[in-house]
């Protein structure tokens, strides 16, 4: 998108080019002292009417839909041209160098008529640098709404997943001591330090990519607990880049619903992480709980479909496969420039 520094370089090659075709050249063309003075002055006549209608005239008057006050516009601008023009050449001209550009017995009426078509090129080209510059403005002022929209609709999506991802823990937390067992106290302490991760990381627009996976860590603590076979989870990180940056609770989600929804009885999952290149490289597969079989994608998991959707379009590349007796993610995320 054009630039508003942009339309400044515009200005000053339109009145080089000016200059030098309306002064400069008839300086070496012409030997009349009174047209090199004529064009000159009207030059500075231009020069004025032109930025009173920029920056004055026109944005004062410009409604698309009152075709009469954009002709109320033109008049102004012709008779600051001609009030302009007339002080210069019909007054200032005649007390400094004694001579003028009209004759003296020229009417007021002629004047301002014959100069409506000498003023129609400065207040042309003004009006559509001013509308150049509306446009730039509107299109800047739009990307900023867009982006500010952006920014809420993620907040919003995050808090979404914070209570989500709470409440699982939480009715985690609550079958363990209403079962007396002695996993409950470490289960809290689990809990404590993910709620620790989530009120401090949820807030920052990025995170580590250590982070995120300290996320998963913790998660897969707390939920081997309670479950009976956990050396049936197979996990594997391959991270060479733990600095890189990624939006947190980007994998969380993922394998917070394979615990959810998945079957543990007599079967694990696999989950494989990896950075290679600084692609981001996350790999889940979980068999299905049979009595969770139509409920396996949960508030999370769109959550975290719309926000890729809007932080990584283009950089990212999400493959879900549901059958009826498993449930696998494939994700890649190009994190080489966050």
Same mark, same amino acid.
């Not at 400069?24 to 002292?33: H, K, L």
């Not at 009173?52 to 008057?61: D, L």
């Not at 980007?250 to 494989?272: S, T």
């Given at each position: ?5 942009? =339309?400044?370089?515009?200005?000053? /090659? !339109?009145? &080089?080019?000016? $200059?030098?075709?309306? %002064?400069?050249?008839?300086?070496? @063309? ?5 047209? =090199?003075?004529?064009?000159?002055? /009207? !030059?500075? &006549?231009?020069? $004025?009417?032109?930025? %009173?209608?920029?920056?004055?005239? @026109? ?280």
């Amino acid at each position: 998108m054009m630039k508003t520094h942009k =339309l400044v370089w515009f200005h000053i /090659f !339109f009145w &080089t080019i000016y $200059i030098i075709g309306s %002064v400069v050249i008839p300086y070496f @063309v012409f030997d009349s002292e009174k047209s =090199l003075t004529f064009k000159i002055t /009207f !030059f500075l &006549t231009s020069f $004025i009417s032109f930025y %009173v209608n920029y920056f004055f005239i @026109v944005p004062r008057f410009y409604e698309p839909d009152k075709i009469y006050k954009s002709v109320i516009a033109f008049l102004l601008s012709v008779t600051c041209f001609v009030i302009v023009r007339y002080s210069i050449e019909e007054v200032l001209l005649p007390a400094t160098l004694g001579f003028r550009n009209y004759d003296p017995d020229t009417g007021i009426a002629y004047y301002f008529f014959d100069n409506i078509f000498f003023s129609s090129t400065a207040i042309f080209i003004s009006t559509t640098f001013w509308f150049l510059q509306y446009f730039i403005r509107a299109e800047s002022e739009k990307a900023e709404l867009i982006e500010a929209r952006k920014t809420a609709e993620l907040q919003a999506l995050k808090t979404q997943i914070n209570p989500h991802f709470i409440f699982n823990s939480l009715n985690n937390i609550y079958s363990l001591v209403y079962q007396n067992s002695e996993k409950a106290l470490p289960a809290i302490e689990e809990l404590s330090r993910l709620l620790r991760y989530s009120t401090k990381d949820l807030t920052e627009d990025a995170i580590t990519l250590d982070k995120e996976i300290g996320y998963i860590d913790s998660l897969t603590a707390l939920e081997k607990l309670r479950i009976k076979k956990p050396e049936l989870l197979i996990i594997e990180k391959h991270i060479s880049h733990p600095e890189l940056k990624i939006s947190p609770m980007i994998l969380v989600p993922f394998v917070e619903n394979a615990f959810k929804h998945g079957d543990f009885r007599d079967k694990g999952f696999e989950m494989k992480i990896s950075d290679r290149h600084k692609v981001l490289h996350f790999y889940l597969l979980n068999y299905k709980n049979e009595r969770m079989k139509d409920e396996v994608s949960g508030i999370g998991i769109e959550n975290v479909k719309k926000r890729l959707s809007i932080l990584y379009p283009g950089k990212h590349e999400l493959n879900i496969k549901n059958s009826e007796t498993e449930f696998a993610v494939d994700l890649k995320i190009d994190l080489r420039n966050e």
